[in-house]
């Protein structure tokens, strides 16, 4: 009975985590070229008066002065491939700061830190589980060691990679038997 508590709570847990990004990321760019790193730039050209906030810059009524920016890189500590039930698997071990960070360029700079340890990374579908983990992973599971991307998964609509947990075509990996 306690795993299923622990299991339901993990879930409900996802699924808010899941409901919150989409709610926030409906006005994020669109994708990146798969050959390189996203990048994200502070400024914009906006229509808006000067004195309309952009998304980047939020109300002064919005801030607050306890807000703490993210801890600096690095975001990933070491990337190891494992051979797993589903085959190989880049299991990235990030760092206590690749833990708390938040913003969209912390994303892109951890991301290219994996691909600096593991050029061969540079997939649609290693992208799309490792933006997963990063978005949801670390707040369903803030502990688990490292976070798996497969090669072999298929690349499928955010959605699906939400519903399936990071680990869409199958279950979660296991040890190689």
Known sequence: MRLEKTT???????????????????????PTSPTSPPTTTGSQASTTSPDT?????????????????DPPPPYI????WAQ???????QVYPTPAGRQASAETAMA???????VLAPTANTPTMKAQF??????????????ASWNLEPSRPVVTSDQMIAARCN??????GPAH
């Open 8 to 30: 339901s709570r993990a879930c409900a847990a996802f699924a808010l985590a899941a409901t919150i990004v989409v709610v926030v990321a409906c006005g994020s760019p669109g």
């Open 53 to 69: 906030p952009t998304p980047e810059t939020p109300p002064a009524s919005e801030t607050s002065e306890t807000t703490t920016p």
């Open 77 to 80: 500590d070491h990337v190891q």
């Open 84 to 90: 797993t039930d589903v085959g190989a698997s880049l």
């Open 109 to 115: 700079q951890a991301w290219h830190e994996v691909l």
């Open 131 to 144: 933006d997963c983990h990063w978005t949801f992973a670390r707040l369903v599971d803030p502990t688990k």
């Open 168 to 173: 869409p075509g199958g279950a979660e990996e």
